[in-house]
């Protein structure tokens, strides 16, 4: 599924939190909300992306931004990463892929020739306004929190 365009409604969602709590896109009707989809928990460019977001938690807030991280790891696994790096925000456990599919952020990857579906690292910008109003498609971790929060910024 293609990726959901800058301009149109933000796909409805309902996912369970690190402590098993459901999380809905309308539970945020008026705030912005930083949508991010990230491969694996505790890897190196995943904890690298959630650290770079806990590290400008409070930049975020003063935006009016909430941040919610989604894999397709469960709810114990995303527990046990936000404890190690005490990420401040909730990670929503996609564990069949619907939401990552209604964003795009599903979809064939090849790693040393080996094809497989997996998750593309992508950030989706929601204003508080429940319209798409900035989408990262590939992201590089290095400088992407900078970029949410200018996107933010031109709100």
């Known amino acids: 599924m293609a990726m959901p365009e800058v301009g149109k409604k933000a796909p409805a969602f309902s ?3 690190q402590d098993g709590k459901p999380v809905t896109l309308s539970d945020f009707k008026g705030k912005a909300v930083v949508l991010y989809f990230y ?3 505790d890897t190196p460019g995943c904890t690298q992306e959630a ?3 806990r590290d400008q938690s409070s930049a975020l807030k003063k935006a009016g931004a909430v941040v919610l991280g989604v894999s ?4 114990k696994s995303h ?5 190690k790096f005490k990420l401040p925000f909730p990670l929503l ?4 892929h619907s939401v990552a599919l209604a964003y795009g952020a599903w979809a064939e990857k090849s790693m040393y020739g080996r094809k497989y ?3 593309v690292r992508s950030t989706f910008l929601i204003g508080p306004d429940g319209v798409l109003a900035r989408v990262w498609p590939k992201v590089k971790v290095k400088g992407h929190v900078d970029d949410v929060l200018a996107g933010l910024a031109a709100l």
């Not at 456990?93 to 069949?96: F, I, L, M």
């Open 15 to 17: 996912l369970p939190d």
């Open 72 to 75: 397709p790891d469960d709810a």
């Open 117 to 119: 579906m997996g998750i």
């Open 39 to 41: 491969p694996k928990d």
């Open 51 to 53: 650290c770079d977001f």
């Open 93 to 96: 456990a996609d564990t069949n």
């Open 79 to 83: 527990g046990k990463f936000a404890g």
